[in-house]
């Protein structure tokens, strides 16, 4: 809340301080003793109305003063409404003025009213009136006017948006907090108390905990669809981790640490569990993710349209929503009457329309972020059965084209993290979790194939036929009565608009992530066919080598679906040769592989491991002609090659700069040592190291360094809690080799030629000691 320090705002302090010091000194006392006045409404009404044309309050100390005579207890409220009324008009034009320009924060900006109003103790009597019927000792209630609720709440919001330390001040009330939740059963007054709610617990120092909320079952399940979805908006707060928000915390070492310390479930984990608890959410959910624009519509939806748009804090949503009721519409002549009606109307009735397709995209998208962070969480695999069992995908492939991608949105932003607040319009939002949902559904989950229709179903059977292996279990287990419907499956629709996106478009990335989510775990040779007879190799190729591309993150996605598309896959290294079929072109290949180890180790362990696979089945014929032919393969069969990647993967990491995107570089590094181990080159390798220290002048370094990462290996993956299946299934090397070579490594007799301390001469040895100590 503002200070007593002055009545002024931040930015204007000490041009009215003469006018006012004397009530100044009077308020900062009492913060200092207790004694005196405890809010400004206690102030001789004459000093107010004296002080007040020089100070500039603008009325607002002697409103607030017939505000609290008239709201004391068992009084008519309808004359302190009145005054409310006053009040709200004039600080809703500050709310409003912070909105549109360019959301200034309190610091760049003037609010002097709300400043005031705060000053003067009016936040503390509004916070008063709301909770007063929870003070009566009377078992029937009082019952608040729902007029005298929702301007209560629309000046408690204006005053968040423009007055500093207000939103802190009512976050640090968990009282006033829990009672809000209350409000939200009166659907008068739900959005405005929904859009308060929000903004405080964006702030509130530690979360919420939803069980701690009265009856949040009945609550819950006392939602309309639309209030569901605006209820999402709040869940969003409530169950995702807080971003750290310091890059160190990032590190692996320091997410080690914290786990250790913070043994028990967080409060994002048991809220988590709490929402699963509810009867029915989920299935709600389901339905809010997949119901067409036609289906949304009610009875009162032009007033709950006004509502909604009032309390809106983005003003690019109402810019999206002008862009769209005057752009042509592009629409095919295939989409429903509800759809393509934007195109045959003139602009004044398009616009509805248009409005009510943005107020449906923007709930989507509050929903599939919850699907989203409900399907990465503990509860993994009973979300999972719960969106199979309601159908989330087929409806949601039902709505690709008519909705989800019924037109091609320009999308250079950069690409977000989980956590980050995103300022991009509704169309790209509801995209970018639409792709999100699609990865944290496919990843390393056997109902991925429910991205599929039967007919594609059966054209993996046919594949895995043909090349005479059996079916993977995951395929042979899909209840087709779940999957996609029409003539087209999820991942296919994804697979079309993929190829349609400019080079840099961020989407690629997403849409990238979600293919390759549908690749990870143990290597399906089906799948991979899938993917390769719709052209998806050589589109990869053309982004890396011909498209121009330049985002770091768009080619990090390409690099590592790339990977996963070839790993252990003769054709798919028949079709890179055709595809890359000039020096110029396999140039400018190993130049963006190179570019960024970090962003595409991936891709090189994926050419190692193959390397090794095919080199054991010199038997076939087809698998001995691609081993002769195919550049990458001929490349990698290089030791000096081979080498080169593993200094350069061992140098550009340390324990202290790890974290979860290249400890990759480490577990690469890993792969390529384990295959010279299995051929009996270990010796070789890590001679080689050792020479390439000398060679650079800094003895020790290189190999003392690797020898604290696998020490930090084994404290990482030895851990009870971590799954080591990911390293296990990407490899196709158990992941007790993995531990047995690492051991070997780290052996202590010197006279071992398998162990690095042999290869560090003495005056060099543990450089750094004590980098792992706790």
């Not at 005053?159 to 829990?178: H, M, P, Q």
């Not at 700069?657 to 990759?664: A, I, K």
Request: proline share 3%; aromatic share 8%; with cysteine.
């Amino acid at each position: 809340m503002a200070t007593l320090l002055g009545c002024e705002s931040p930015c204007t302090r000490g041009k009215r301080r003469n006018y006012s010091s004397n009530i100044i000194t009077k308020f900062t006392a009492t913060k200092i003793t207790g004694q005196g006045f405890s809010r400004g409404t206690q102030l001789p009404g004459g000093l107010l109305q004296e002080r007040d044309k020089r100070a500039k309050w603008n009325g607002i100390p002697t409103l607030l003063q017939k505000l609290y005579e008239s709201s004391h207890p068992n009084s008519d409220l309808s004359h302190a409404h009145t005054f409310l009324k006053l009040l709200l008009s004039q600080l809703s034009v500050e709310a409003m003025s912070f909105v549109t320009e360019d959301r200034k924060t309190a610091q760049e900006s003037t609010f002097p009213n709300t400043y005031t109003f705060d000053l003067f103790g009016g936040v503390d009597l509004l916070v008063e009136i709301l909770m007063r019927p929870t003070l009566t000792m009377q078992k029937k209630k009082p019952k608040m006017n729902d007029d005298l609720v929702k301007d209560c709440l629309s000046v408690l919001y204006n005053c968040c948006i423009c007055t500093e330390g207000v939103t802190k001040s009512l976050a640090a009330r968990d009282d006033f907090v829990l009672f809000l939740f209350t409000l939200m059963t009166n659907k008068k007054t739900f959005l405005q108390t929904a859009t308060l709610i929000e903004d405080i617990l964006g702030v509130k120092k530690e979360m919420i905990q939803l069980e701690g909320i009265p009856n949040l079952s009945g609550l819950v399940q006392s939602f309309d669809q639309q209030q569901l979805a605006n209820f999402c908006r709040i869940l969003s707060v409530t169950i995702s981790e807080p971003d750290v928000g310091n890059d160190d915390k990032h590190t692996l070492l320091a997410k080690n640490a914290q786990q250790k310390r913070n043994a028990s479930p967080s409060r994002a984990e048991v809220n988590q569990v709490t929402l699963l608890s509810i009867p029915g959410f989920i299935e709600r959910l389901c339905k809010l993710a997949t119901r067409k624009v036609s289906e949304a519509t009610g009875a009162n939806f032009l007033q709950e349209l006004e509502d909604w748009y009032t309390w809106l804090d983005n003003a690019l949503v109402l810019d999206a929503l002008m862009q769209m009721a005057t752009e042509e519409p592009e629409q095919s002549s295939t989409e429903s009457s509800d759809e393509s009606s934007l195109a045959t109307s003139p602009l004044r009735h398009r616009l509805p329309q248009s409005m009510k397709i943005v107020h449906e995209i923007m709930y989507k998208v509050e929903v599939l972020y919850v699907l989203c962070v409900l399907l990465m969480g503990r509860q993994r695999n009973q979300v999972h059965k719960m969106l199979a069992e309601f159908r989330l995908i087929p409806g949601l492939n039902n709505l690709f084209d008519k909705l989800i991608w019924r037109k091609y949105t320009v999308s250079n932003h950069v690409v977000h993290g989980q956590n980050e607040n995103c300022d991009c319009s509704p169309e790209i939002s509801f995209k970018i979790q639409f792709l999100r949902l699609l990865q944290s559904f496919s990843d390393h989950h056997e109902n991925k194939y429910l991205l599929l229709n039967s007919q594609e179903l059966n054209e993996l059977s046919a594949i895995s036929m043909k090349a005479n292996i059996p079916e993977v279990e995951a395929l042979v287990n899909t209840d087709r009565s779940l999957v996609c419907d029409g003539k087209k499956g999820l991942l296919t629709r994804l697979l079309t608009v993929m190829k349609r996106e400019p080079p840099d478009s961020s989407f690629r990335f997403w849409q990238a992530r979600a293919v390759e989510s549908f690749l990870r775990g143990a290597t399906s040779y089906a799948d991979q066919m899938f993917l390769l007879k719709r052209g998806l190799l050589e589109h990869i190729l053309f982004c890396i080598i011909d498209s121009g591309c330049t985002s770091r993150d768009v080619l990090q996605s390409y690099f590592d679906l790339l990977g996963e598309l070839m790993k252990f896959n003769i054709d798919a290294f028949k079709r890179f040769n055709k595809y890359v079929n000039t020096p110029e072109k396999f140039q400018m290949f190993l130049t963006q592989i190179n570019s960024s180890l970090v962003d595409s180790n991936m891709l090189v362990r994926c050419i190692v491991l193959s390397l090794d696979r095919f080199e054991s089945q010199t038997e076939d014929v087809k698998v001995v002609e691609v081993l002769s032919e195919c550049c990458l393969l001929s490349y990698m069969a290089r030791v000096e090659n081979r080498l080169s990647f593993l200094f350069r993967l061992v140098n550009i990491i340390n324990v202290q700069t790890l974290t979860q995107e290249n400890v990759s570089c480490l577990n690469t590094s890993l792969v390529i040592l384990m295959l010279a181990r299995r051929k009996a080159k270990l010796p070789f390798y890590l001679n080689a190291l050792r020479e390439k220290e000398y060679a650079e002048k800094y003895p020790g370094c290189l190999l003392n360094n690797f020898h604290n990462l696998l020490r930090f290996w084994q404290r990482h993956y030895l851990n009870k809690d971590k799954d080591s299946t990911c390293l296990e299934n990407s490899s196709c090397i158990p992941f007790s080799y993995w531990k047995e070579t690492v051991s070997v490594l780290l052996g202590s007799d010197r006279t071992s030629l398998c162990a690095i301390a042999s290869y560090i001469d003495e005056p060099f040895m543990d450089l750094d000691r004590d980098l792992l100590e706790d």
